[in-house]
């Protein structure tokens, strides 16, 4: 974790912090983001699960890859880690499932399979083969993948028996499941067979058999108004917000970069002006930031702060805004109302708006029962959109990058969005 070291010049002392940018990291390369880790750590030790959705490059994979690290070194929790984007199907996360899975339980689970009535010679054989010292994995063909969907519910509740009842608590870290959900559907798995699948993720998290740790670039809410999944699939989360870096927070982050570096002329003032112009405080963009100042060898804050403009603003917004964007246009039918709800808050930040002028617009956008338009103000929450606030009864945007992005777009927004300045 983090180091003191003593370097030259204006910043005298500063944590360590290893510079790293475009991947999840843990332990000397993670930034502490206490409030987040904590709470995913300590629900996840209690038997309990929590959901982590928002725009990409927040720092959702860190925050479980960091999570996942501290459970590991407990001993008494055997976290597993799969990225679900890109696999096929059941048979791909079963795989990877049984390969990471301890030895002792993974032989627990495939004698159970082997004793099971009514699975088809050709998947058992290849079940069987699980149970080896080096596991094969399972081919990832239609025909497997097939065979594995077909027969996962029956499959499933022999992990969830064996898994209740070991020592060794399995925490399953679960990275862009929605995806995951989405793309067998677009591929023609039938919703039905989807829906099967996630209840027996449930099920094995039911009293706490195997706790879970489930993030997505995507909310579930978005499969379950474009293709008619189940809503209640995830409902028994912690949803855990991931929050941006306090100013004071990022400027020491940024020295810490500079500390491990060793780059004596980074000073206090450098960091104030990286923080003052950032279009948010999250570290990914504090690590590309502090790249490009000391690249181009920006050594005062005018400097700093130029630097961060032209081709690194132009990169920045690329890869940060489109997403957005794109998000956006997923809703179909559903984009009038969200960009409604979004040009209410736009009207008003940077301070929030009162919640149920939110929804007035929603509900103006042409969206009429008040299930409906509470589904879609929870589906902008959950998209990383919006932030409300129950207890006060207000929305605003969740990060500072949303309302960037918001205000990026050509043209006046509000005038265009028919919301009265």
């Known amino acids: 974790m983090a180091k003191i070291i003593y370097i030259e010049g204006p910043m005298k002392t500063a944590r360590q912090l290893r510079p790293h940018y475009g991947h999840a990291v843990s332990g000397d390369s993670f930034w502490p983001r206490s409030f987040s880790v904590n709470l995913a750590v300590e629900t996840l030790r209690d038997g309990g699960s929590i959901a982590l959705f928002g725009p990409r490059r927040t720092g959702k994979s860190s925050i479980m890859k960091e999570a996942a690290r501290i459970l590991r070194e407990g001993k008494d929790h055997h976290p597993i880690e799969i990225d679900l984007e890109g696999r096929s199907g059941p048979a791909a996360f079963a795989s990877k499932l049984i390969e990471e899975i301890p030895k002792p339980l993974r032989g627990k689970i495939v004698t159970g399979w082997t004793k099971l009535g009514g699975l088809p010679p050709a998947l058992l054989k290849l079940l069987?083969?699980?149970?080896?010292?080096?596991?094969?994995?399972?081919?990832?063909?239609?025909?497997?993948?097939?065979?594995?969907?077909?027969?996962?519910?029956?499959?499933?509740?022999?992990?969830?028996?064996?898994?209740?009842?070991?020592?060794?608590?399995?925490?399953?870290?679960?990275?862009?499941?929605?995806?995951?959900?989405?793309?067998?559907?677009?591929?023609?798995?039938?919703?039905?067979?989807?829906?099967?699948?996630?209840?027996?993720?449930?099920?094995?998290?039911?009293?706490?058999?195997?706790?879970?740790?489930?993030?997505?670039?995507?909310?579930?809410?978005?499969?379950?108004?474009?293709?008619?999944?189940?809503?209640?699939h995830l409902n028994d989360l912690t949803p855990i917000t991931i929050e941006a870096l306090t100013a004071s927070d990022a400027t020491e982050m940024l020295a810490a970069l500079a500390a491990h570096k060793q780059i004596g002329w980074w000073s206090l003032e450098l960091g104030k002006a990286v923080v003052d112009?950032?279009?948010?405080?999250?570290?990914?963009?504090?690590?590309?930031?502090?790249?490009?100042?000391?690249?181009?060898?920006?050594?005062?804050?005018?400097?700093?702060?130029?630097?961060?403009?032209?081709?690194?603003?132009?990169?920045?917004?690329?890869?940060?805004?489109?997403?957005?964007?794109?998000?956006?246009r997923r809703y179909g039918k559903g984009e009038k109302a969200a960009r409604a709800a979004l040009a209410c808050v736009g009207a008003s930040d940077p301070e929030p708006v009162n919640r149920d002028a939110v929804e007035e617009a929603i509900s103006n956008a042409g969206v009429k029962s008040q299930d409906a338009v509470e589904d879609t103000l929870l589906t902008l929450v959950e998209d990383g959109f919006l932030h409300v606030d129950a207890s006060a009864g207000t929305a605003a945007f969740a990060y500072r990058l949303v309302a960037n992005w918001w205000r990026s777009r050509p043209g006046d927004r509000r005038r265009k969005e028919g919301v009265r300045r």
């Open 128 to 232: 069987e083969g699980f149970g080896q010292k080096s596991p094969s994995p399972l081919p990832t063909d239609s025909k497997t993948e097939g065979l594995m969907r077909e027969y996962w519910e029956l499959l499933s509740e022999t992990v969830y028996t064996n898994a209740k009842d070991s020592k060794l608590k399995v925490v399953l870290f679960l990275d862009e499941l929605p995806y995951f959900c989405e793309e067998q559907i677009v591929k023609g798995v039938p919703v039905a067979e989807i829906d099967t699948f996630l209840a027996t993720l449930r099920r094995w998290r039911q009293s706490g058999a195997i706790p879970m740790a489930i993030a997505g670039s995507i909310g579930i809410r978005h499969l379950v108004r474009t293709y008619g999944i189940r809503a209640d």
């Open 277 to 328: 112009g950032a279009p948010d405080l999250i570290p990914s963009y504090l690590q590309r930031a502090f790249a490009e100042v000391v690249a181009r060898d920006a050594r005062t804050p005018e400097a700093a702060a130029a630097a961060l403009q032209g081709r690194m603003k132009a990169e920045f917004e690329q890869g940060f805004f489109d997403q957005f964007t794109k998000r956006l």
